[in-house]
């Protein structure tokens, strides 16, 4: 006589708080994303005057610092979203695209790492280790390598994770399938724009769509399986 086990359909609470963990991370990378680009000001291309006015501030050096530190949450907040999409054995089913949103995944993460430390190198330098402001070049190089890591690299990365995890979503019917088309989209001009060096202003569509993969992580189904 065989003995069927329901055990693994049954919703778990370790399943539920998994699946409510992973949304609110979600929704918190749509939040850090935003205030990554949002709390810092530099001026759009400033006088030599202009540029070391704009760093002798204070609370400008500040903003550079948060800046950062919302880039750090930016690569915690993809790590468990990631991570969670991982566990889902539906997923499983698309294992190659599973495993390339795994690699642009952890690309997103090293790279949002590094821009966060670039981003507040020169409010640590200043106001953390007592080192003088730098000279007008290094300030115009830093500013344009903290453009050049979002607006190049990080959003191309960000973009290549986005289309990774949409096919997997249309291929497997994970967290629905209206993700995935939103995502395809969103992930095309992403791309389309970093080709043509205009990446940082696509950091909205990268929010929508970490705001809609909260919704739809969260709507997801209590029941599926999750591998331990």
Same mark, same amino acid.
């Given at each position: 006589?065989?003995?069927?086990?329901?055990?693994?359909?049954?919703?778990?609470?370790g399943d539920r708080t998994a699946t409510r963990v992973a949304a609110v +991370? +979600?929704?918190?990378? +749509? &939040? /850090?994303?935003?205030?990554?680009?949002?709390?810092? !000001?530099?001026?759009?291309?400033?006088?030599?005057? #202009?540029?070391?006015?704009?760093?002798? =501030?204070? $609370? !400008?050096?500040? /903003?550079? &610092?948060? /800046?950062?530190?919302?880039?750090?949450?930016?690569?915690?907040?993809? $790590?468990?979203?990631? !991570?969670?999409?991982?566990?889902?054995?539906?997923?499983?089913?698309?294992?190659?695209?599973?495993?390339?949103?795994?690699?642009?995944?952890? $690309?997103?993460?090293?790279?949002?790492?590094?821009?966060?430390?670039?981003?507040?190198?020169?409010?640590?330098?200043? =106001?953390?280790?007592? #080192?003088?402001?730098?000279?007008?070049?290094?300030?115009?190089?830093?500013?344009?390598? !903290? *453009?050049?890591?979002?607006?190049? /690299?990080?959003? +191309?990365?960000?973009?290549?994770?986005?289309?990774?995890?949409?096919?997997?979503?249309?291929?497997?019917?994970?967290?629905?399938?209206?993700?995935? *088309?939103?995502?395809?989209?969103?992930?095309?001009?992403?791309?389309?724009?970093?080709?043509?060096? *205009?990446?940082?202003?696509?950091?909205?569509?990268?929010?929508?769509w970490a705001l809609c993969l909260a919704v739809a992580i969260w709507r997801?189904?209590?029941?599926?399986?999750? #591998?331990?």
């Open positions: 006589m065989s003995v069927t086990s329901t055990t693994a359909t049954r919703p778990r609470v +991370a +979600a929704a918190l990378l +749509a &939040v /850090s994303l935003f205030m990554t680009v949002g709390v810092m !000001n530099v001026p759009h291309k400033p006088s030599d005057r #202009e540029l070391l006015t704009f760093w002798q =501030d204070p $609370a !400008n050096r500040t /903003s550079g &610092v948060l /800046s950062g530190m919302f880039a750090l949450v930016v690569a915690v907040t993809m $790590a468990v979203v990631i !991570n969670h999409l991982r566990r889902l054995q539906l997923a499983a089913r698309s294992p190659q695209w599973l495993g390339f949103a795994r690699s642009m995944g952890g $690309a997103v993460i090293t790279l949002w790492l590094v821009t966060g430390a670039a981003r507040a190198s020169i409010g640590h330098l200043v =106001d953390t280790m007592d #080192e003088p402001l730098p000279g007008v070049d290094v300030l115009r190089y830093a500013t344009a390598l !903290n *453009y050049a890591m979002l607006g190049l /690299s990080g959003m +191309a990365v960000f973009g290549l994770c986005i289309l990774a995890v949409s096919v997997v979503v249309l291929r497997t019917g994970v967290f629905g399938r209206w993700l995935g *088309y939103v995502g395809t989209i969103c992930s095309a001009i992403i791309l389309a724009a970093v080709v043509a060096q *205009y990446g940082a202003l696509t950091s909205p569509l990268a929010i929508l997801q189904p209590t029941t599926e399986v999750i #591998e331990d």
